[in-house]
């Protein structure tokens, strides 16, 4: 095994492709192709399965993938470890989460501290999110609710409650609050299992002996604001998440106190990457500040 085949196979899992796998290494096709071939072929192992121009890794691909993922950015640090001292860091840094409302202050402090870092925020749900964190494909989570793994460090962000979330003039104007117990009464929109929202209200539904069923189901919570918007029924969102849209309004539950609580989430394997460092300090120093 070496280095060079280690590099060549993991630069193709990590773009998706031989060709762009060769742009990124700066070395021609038919080498990253052959590097690759020559590990499989003496390891006796297939790590990708080529079709119609398609590259897609194995099972043994994955589990090979998730190594030097390890293996490489242990590199990095060391690399960013010779060169500690300098103003800041540079990168990509990529956060998934529920609403990035929970760290805009946070994002802005820093980049401020860190202007050569790109970063990317892309929304999930809590499984989704886990995942990609325990697959090296994001270095922040946020996630509402407390994770408690073995795996995972954890930074409380806070507590919100969970609202009814409906078009402006679905219900009269004066309602002010409306009762969890009559939810049955009117159509229900969910968002999709594994969403932590959906799951704390069927965990009080439960609670209650109350059977609520959603009349529409949607994937991810803009889909879920726009059919609430029509005027379909009643959704549900943290009070955190809601943020401007005059299309629509929150009311509070009456009976129940139901909430997110919100936290940052990291994998405890990669707290020393200077990246995730970086930003878990910004985090601590905007917590800080609001206190």
């Given at each position: 095994?070496?280095?060079?085949?280690?590099?060549?196979?993991?630069?193709?899992?990590?773009?998706?492709?031989?060709?762009?796998?060769?742009?990124?290494?700066?070395?021609?096709?038919?080498?990253v192709?052959?590097?690759?071939?020559?590990?499989?072929?003496?390891?006796d192992?297939?790590?990708?399965?080529?079709?119609a121009?398609?590259?897609?890794?194995?099972e043994?691909?994955?589990a090979?993938?998730r190594?030097?993922?390890?293996?490489?950015?242990?590199?990095e640090?060391?690399?960013?470890?010779?060169?500690e001292?300098?103003?800041?860091?540079?990168?990509?840094?990529?956060?998934?989460a529920?609403?990035?409302?929970?760290?805009?202050?946070?994002?802005?402090?820093?980049?401020?501290?860190?202007?050569d870092?790109?970063?990317?925020?892309?929304?999930?749900?809590?499984?989704?999110?886990?995942?990609?964190?325990?697959?090296?494909?994001?270095?922040?989570?946020?996630?509402?609710?407390?994770?408690?793994?073995?795996?995972?460090?954890?930074i409380?962000?806070?507590?919100?409650p969970?609202?009814?979330?409906v078009?402006?003039?679905?219900?009269?104007?004066?309602?002010?609050?409306i009762?969890?117990?009559?939810?049955?009464?009117?159509p229900?929109?969910?968002?999709?299992?594994g969403?932590?929202?959906?799951?704390?209200?069927?965990e009080?539904?439960a609670?209650?002996?109350?059977?609520?069923?959603?009349?529409?189901?949607v994937?991810?919570?803009?889909?879920?604001?726009?059919?609430?918007?029509?005027?379909?029924g009643?959704?549900?969102?943290?009070?955190?998440?809601?943020?401007?849209?005059q299309?629509?309004?929150?009311?509070?539950?009456?009976?129940?106190d139901?909430?997110?609580?919100?936290?940052?989430?990291?994998l405890?394997?990669?707290?020393?990457?200077?990246?995730?460092?970086?930003?878990?300090k910004?985090?601590?120093?905007?917590?800080?500040?609001?206190q």
């Open positions: 095994m070496r280095y060079s085949q280690l590099r060549a196979f993991h630069h193709v899992a990590l773009h998706g492709g031989f060709s762009r796998a060769a742009r990124a290494l700066n070395i021609s096709q038919p080498s192709s052959d590097q690759v071939r020559q590990l499989e072929q003496r390891h192992i297939l790590l990708f399965t080529r079709e121009r398609q590259v897609r890794m194995t043994a691909g994955e090979l993938f190594l030097t993922s390890e293996m490489f950015e242990v590199e640090r060391i690399g960013a470890l010779f060169d001292n300098r103003a800041g860091l540079s990168g990509h840094l990529r956060i998934m529920d609403s990035a409302m929970h760290i805009t202050d946070a994002v802005q402090r820093f980049r401020e501290a860190n202007p870092v790109f970063v990317t925020i892309r929304t999930g749900n809590t499984e989704d999110l886990l995942r990609r964190l325990r697959n090296y494909e994001a270095e922040i989570g946020v996630v509402g609710n407390t994770i408690s793994a073995p795996d995972i460090d954890s409380d962000l806070g507590r919100t969970i609202l009814a979330l078009a402006k003039d679905y219900l009269p104007a004066s309602t002010r609050w009762a969890f117990r009559d939810l049955a009464r009117y229900l929109i969910f968002r999709e299992d969403s932590r929202t959906r799951a704390q209200v069927e009080e539904a609670r209650l002996k109350l059977s609520l069923t959603p009349v529409i189901e994937e991810g919570r803009e889909a879920m604001r726009e059919v609430v918007a029509s005027g379909a009643i959704g549900f969102i943290s009070e955190a998440e809601f943020g401007h849209d299309r629509l309004r929150t009311i509070p539950f009456q009976d129940i139901i909430g997110m609580s919100e936290s940052l989430v990291t405890s394997a990669r707290r020393d990457v200077p990246l995730i460092r970086g930003f878990v910004a985090v601590h120093r905007t917590l800080g500040r609001k």
